[in-house]
């Protein structure tokens, strides 16, 4: 079984920065492609960010494009999601998926199994 722990969020201010981390417990073989998601009050979850198994190659949302960078850290079974120049329509509870295979499907959120219990993140002056 796999159980993955979302931390790091928090109220920000506009223009300012966050680092989300998602910890993995609990051994598996697959299940190594991660991938970040967002729901903001009465509207549909939706793909953030994806890191892939294969080789760490990574997907985007166009709205994060060049502000949010994912990452992992094998030795600490950690992903890592760095926020910059946060704008308040980031403002959703975050959660962190795993999903099986070599390449990560992007903002499809029927390919992850398992999911995180969230942390939320405000930006607001």
């Known amino acids: 079984q796999l159980q993955l722990v979302e931390s790091g969020g928090g109220l920000v201010q506009p223009g300012g920065s966050l680092r989300l981390s998602c910890a993995r417990y609990?051994?598996?073989?697959?299940?190594?492609?991660i991938g970040w998601f967002r729901q903001a009050p009465g509207k549909e979850r939706e793909g953030v960010s994806c890191?892939?198994?294969?080789?760490?190659?990574?997907y985007y949302a166009d709205s994060v494009k060049g502000r949010f960078t994912i990452s992992r850290d094998n030795a600490k079974n950690t992903v890592y999601l760095q926020m910059n120049s946060l704008k308040p329509e980031d403002t959703a509870v975050y959660y962190c998926a795993a999903e099986r295979g070599s390449y990560c499907s992007g903002d499809s959120v029927y390919a992850y199994d398992y999911w995180g219990q969230g942390t939320q993140v405000t930006v607001s002056s």
């Open positions: 890191i892939s198994s294969a080789d760490d190659s990574t």
């Open positions: 609990g051994f598996t073989l697959d299940y190594n492609n």
